[in-house]
């Protein structure tokens, strides 16, 4: 087996073992009294059979997903006509050989097979062959291998999301997580996952950054955590958090068998980046699963049936993306909570996912509305490290405070939200937002130039510490 050389899986169709299958079913089916010809002997068990020297490569069928050691049909074209050179006897070709359609496309390892202990040596390689096409094929976005992950309620779901410096993408402002564990809400009878009560989740703000790192074109948000409190911890302790995350939902790396936890993301290639180079150690039998991949998959497929810009009117072209904002608002989701918070994404990304696996059964989290804003920090108190709190938004009938300590709006005890300082209030904003995520400013009017550009630089003021809930490319 050492000997090969790199061939295309193309006509690479046939099962092996199924050809000498197929020969003896072939035999029993017209009577042929194959143990009294001189060419008997090749068809008195699999090993002789061998003897012939296959050559074969390994692939997975496309449709199964199961592994297969595979030969050509010329080949098998080739030991009839030895059967004829050697003995004078005509063998046909059996028609029920088992035909596999190689999901494989790259060029895969050529061996000879001749005997049954190389048979036997490449037989046990099939369990790896299948768990990295099926690793693949979750990449990817197929939605059939995907929900084959969900159906089975055994794996860990476990979504992540960084948020980091756009001067240098080395430095974390925040990271964020949230993981179902499917298999133990199986055994206690608690399935489908209530996203609010079955979800785990934590947000984490680097102390260091915080308030001083801030991205001119991609806001961040590490004070608006809606799903629960924010810890604000040093930058030397993220790799030890992120680490202990993940070991307490990993299982043991193995070759064969795929990992207990399944990571998630939106666009994830970047957080997987981000991973690897903070040292966190991923086994690598763990499934990664791109819910933006996922999405485009199921909508090329014709499952979410036509879809418009809802900005131009336009119908979705094949192949196009939609940002995590775009995909929330067309499951329904419109969250209520700024997105480019990493907690958010990192729940809201699990949501998703859940939405589109399970549609029927998966509604909106709850979320305390006192969480819907928190104010920046405005000295006085402290987290540690000479971090200090952010305060309490406050609500019924009192300020809502926004960036910077302005006032926002006031939550009126019927429920209403008011606006203040001219400024529209976050909570309606949001709502209205497109589902492609762009705030766009009023009409300007005017007699002149210079009172349209005065007018379109006060709504520039004003609306800035909006932008950025709910951004195009996150």
């Given at each position: 087996m050492s000997d090969f050389r790199l061939v295309n899986p193309e006509g690479w169709e046939y099962d092996l073992q199924s050809v000498y299958s197929g020969y003896i079913g072939y035999f029993q089916l017209h009577n042929v009294p194959w143990y009294d010809r001189t060419w008997g002997q090749f068809f008195e068990t699999f090993e002789q059979f061998l003897g012939f020297s296959w050559p074969v490569i390994t692939v997975t069928d496309?449709?199964?997903g199961r592994a297969h050691i595979v030969t050509r049909l010329t080949t098998v074209g080739a030991f009839i006509k030895m059967i004829k050179t050697r003995f004078g006897e005509t063998l046909p070709t059996p028609d029920n050989m088992l035909k596999v359609s190689p999901f494989e496309t790259a060029q895969r390892h050529l061996r000879n097979v001749?005997?049954?202990?190389?048979?036997?040596?490449?037989?046990?390689?099939?369990?790896?062959?299948?768990?990295?096409?099926?690793?693949?094929?979750?990449?990817?976005?197929?939605?059939?291998?995907?929900?084959?992950?969900?159906e089975k309620h055994d794996k860990t779901f476990l979504a992540i999301d960084f948020e980091w410096s756009e001067r240098n993408p080395s430095t974390f402002l925040e990271w964020g997580y949230a993981a179902v564990r499917c298999g133990h809400l199986e055994a206690v009878g608690a399935w489908?996952?209530?996203?609010?009560?079955?979800?785990?989740?934590?947000?984490?703000?680097?102390?260091?950054?915080?308030?001083?790192?801030?991205?001119?074109?991609?806001?961040?948000?590490?004070?608006?955590?809606?799903?629960?409190?924010?810890?604000?911890?040093?930058?030397?302790?993220?790799?030890?958090?992120?680490?202990?995350?993940?070991?307490?939902?990993?299982?043991?790396?193995?070759e064969t068998t795929a990992n207990i936890l399944v990571l998630v993301g939106h666009g994830v290639s970047s957080d997987i980046q981000r991973l690897e180079g903070t040292g966190i150690k991923i086994?690598?039998?763990?499934?990664?699963?791109?819910?933006?991949?996922?999405?485009?998959?199921?909508f090329n497929l014709g499952e979410r049936g036509t879809m418009h810009d809802?900005?131009?009117?336009?119908?979705?072209?094949?192949g196009s993306t939609l940002s995590l904002g775009?995909?929330?608002?067309?499951?329904?989701?419109?969250?209520?909570c700024a997105l480019h918070n990493a907690g958010n994404d990192a729940f809201l990304c699990?949501?998703?996912?859940?939405?589109?696996?399970?549609?029927?059964?998966?509604?909106?989290?709850?979320?305390?509305?006192?969480?819907?804003?928190?104010?920046?920090?405005?000295?006085?108190?402290?987290?540690?490290?000479?971090?200090?709190?952010?305060s309490p938004v406050q609500f019924l009938g009192l300020t809502v405070v926004g960036d910077a300590g302005r006032p926002r709006s006031i939550l009126t005890p019927g429920g209403r939200s008011r606006a203040m300082d001219g400024l529209p209030?976050?909570?309606?904003?949001?709502?209205?937002?497109?589902?492609?995520?762009?705030?766009?400013p009023p009409r300007t009017s005017g007699s002149s130039k210079e009172d349209k550009e005065k007018e379109k630089e006060r709504w520039a003021n004003r609306a800035k510490p909006t932008q950025g809930i709910r951004s195009l490319t996150k």
């Open positions: 496309s449709c199964t001749a005997d049954w202990a190389t048979y036997k040596k490449l037989y046990t390689t099939l369990p790896a062959v299948a768990l990295t096409a099926f690793k693949t094929r979750v990449r990817a976005g197929e939605p059939k291998a995907i929900r084959e992950l969900w489908p996952p209530v996203p609010e009560t079955n979800y785990r989740k934590g947000h984490y703000i680097i102390g260091e950054y915080v308030d001083k790192v801030v991205n001119k074109h991609c806001p961040t948000h590490p004070w608006q955590y809606a799903f629960g409190d924010s810890q604000v911890i040093p930058k030397t302790k993220l790799p030890q958090i992120i680490q202990s995350v993940i070991s307490s939902l990993v299982s043991p790396d193995t086994p690598h039998n763990v499934l990664i699963i791109d819910t933006a991949a996922f999405e485009r998959a199921l809802p900005k131009t009117g336009k119908l979705r072209a094949q775009g995909l929330l608002h067309s499951l329904g989701l419109d969250p209520p699990l949501l998703a996912l859940q939405k589109m696996l399970d549609p029927g059964n998966t509604l909106m989290a709850e979320i305390d509305v006192r969480k819907l804003r928190k104010a920046k920090p405005i000295g006085g108190m402290s987290m540690g490290m000479g971090v200090p709190m952010p209030d976050e909570v309606g904003l949001v709502r209205r937002a497109s589902g492609y995520d762009d705030v766009s």
